[in-house]
């Protein structure tokens, strides 16, 4: 019981800014694509981990680290979730921005919520602890801003946790 009181280490680490452009030429599906739907998709990129404990020795004396084949589903549905998303949509104003474009008063925050989560593609890569935060715009800088606020705002999330925790 000891090792649960012990302060915990939140491993979430930004690994890859999106970036409006891309430094080398738009593949063949990135140009249909974008002939075809107007869209492009900015990536921003994560290393999320298990939590762990700060003081070595004790998490792996009681207990053996056991594989959670949900880690990573459960943390992409944290990073859809109000308290992360809500905060993007706050921090960058996409209420009053989105409601603009399309050319009406501004839109509730689950009405941006909701196309926020249209725009948003979050994939795993395969055998690592690697996320990709996809999001898709008509314009590539929104997109990279988004995905690299939601990057941030995830990471912030996860350490409002741990400074709860301890």
């Known amino acids: 019981k000891i090792d649960t009181d012990l302060p915990k280490t939140m491993m979430v680490e930004i690994v890859d800014k999106a970036v409006p452009h891309s430094a080398e030429s738009p593949t063949l599906g990135e140009r249909i ?3 075809l739907g107007g869209k492009v998709e900015r990536t921003a990129r994560i290393k ?9 020795g004790f998490a792996e004396r ?4 056991s594989y959670d084949p949900y880690f990573v589903q ?3 549905e944290l990073i859809q979730s109000e308290a992360v998303l809500g905060k993007v949509i706050q921090d960058l104003n996409l209420n009053e921005a989105w409601g603009k474009k399309q050319g009406s008063k501004p839109l509730t925050t689950v009405e941006t ?4 989560k249209n725009k948003l593609d979050l994939r795993p890569e395969r055998n690592t602890s690697i996320v990709d935060i996809g ?17 941030e ?13 301890s």
């Open 62 to 65: 009681g207990s053996v680290p």
């Open 74 to 76: 459960t943390e992409f």
């Open 153 to 165: 705002a995830y990471k912030a999330h996860r350490l409002a946790q741990r400074t709860e925790m």
């Open 135 to 151: 999001v898709k715009s008509d314009q590539p800088e929104e997109a990279a801003k988004i995905a690299n606020a939601i990057a």
């Open 48 to 56: 999320v981990e298990r939590d762990q404990s700060d003081i070595s």
């Open 33 to 35: 694509r974008s002939a």
């Open 113 to 116: 919520m909701a196309l926020l």
